[in-house]
């Protein structure tokens, strides 16, 4: 209501004249009531499957539904979803809001409206889904009354009867009766809502997918045995992030009254962004210290400042145009509990200290170029000798005692068959050396 300044203020205004034009509340409520609604959904539009497809507006009309007034059940009418970039389909029986807004003909027709949808209404607070029985529908041989569906089973028939007996007005084409298989309290893969702590915005899809938007809570909320497992330190109201695709299979029995938390360690993957939290993640390998000689890094589930965590059954890091770049102010540790593999066509390590095997190893590589030439000028000379010795005949040798020169054979024995073998040995080495040196590994 708009309260009256200046002259039009001395002014005694009629009581059944409100400042927006419309004379009485009830007006008001008359006019809420024709642009608000309240629909059971009948059919939803997935595919260009759907009967009359074309009919219906064809591929603008996917994400529609049909819906049926709950207060006025017979007759049918299409619906829009309100957000453009938001678009929740709801299932069939589903309770949603309905609003008569301005269609796009207005300029051509400025009394021209259509109905435009919410996200389902919250009937059993589950992000599963949300079923409200038509009371129109026929009932099943398995009709389930409110209590058994309050107790945790909100489904109105078993699934063989969705599939032969569809709830009035549902097209048989339709794709959601034929993917959307409801997880039941006695299902094993039972999807559990998140219980909630003070301040959280969260963000759950039907299939155990979420976005919490929380923070450090220590909240007497108890799940199981404890509360949840990221505000066991750090200081109250600092925030986190966590997205979570896949509930902890491990959670059974379950009820629409139970409510579930996230665990990094069991959920199917997660990812976290923290600020002082610790988070209690069990890494597949934290065996750092073999690799670090000093400031060994804190595990995972010791460490309370900020840093981000993804976990899953495998990661996969993709560059499809570009560089891949991993930086550290410190270390960047590589720890598998089978092997480290890289393929590329040149791998370049610029290090002043780089060891292998050990973080203890101290015998330095031999520059292979350098060593190896060297060595054959070494072979080339040894190899003279060997010639020489082989070939000299006899040696001349003076006695001490008497000063005659003595002469005898220069090789006994098999000097001279070693001699052979050596000088062999020696040009099969000089031949063949380019083959003790690597054609991949190179060092300054």
Known sequence: MVYKSGLTANQTPNPEVLSGGIKE???????????????????????????????????????????????????????????????????????VLIFAFPSKNLFSDNKSKDYYYLTPVNIWNNAHCNPIPSSFKKTTKNQKSYQEIEAGSPINSDVEDLKTEEPRGVSKETQQINTFVERTATDENFIFPLLPFAGDTIFQGRWGNSIRLGSTAFSPNIVGAGENNWSDVGEEGSPIILISNGQNPNLQEGSFKKRAVEDINFDLSSLYLTSTQNIPLNPSNQNYVPSYNDEVPSTPNTYFKPQAIINSGRLVFNSKDDHTLVSSNKSIFLGANTSVNISTRETIVNSRNIRLGSKEAKEPIIKGEIFLNSLSLIMNELSVVCSVLRNLQEVTTVDVNSGKPIKAAALKGNLRSKCNNLEDMIKDFVENMDTYKSKVNKII
Not at 58 to 74: C, L, R, T, V
């Open 25 to 95: 509340f009830s007006d008001i409520k008359t006019n809420m009531d024709t642009s608000v609604r309240y629909g059971r959904v009948v059919d939803v539009i997935l595919s260009s499957n759907y009967t009359s497809f074309s009919e219906v507006g064809g591929s603008s009309a996917i994400g529609n539904i049909i819906f049926e007034d709950i207060y006025n059940q017979g007759t049918t009418e299409p619906a829009i979803p309100l957000f453009p970039q938001i678009n929740t389909p709801p299932l069939v029986n589903e309770l």
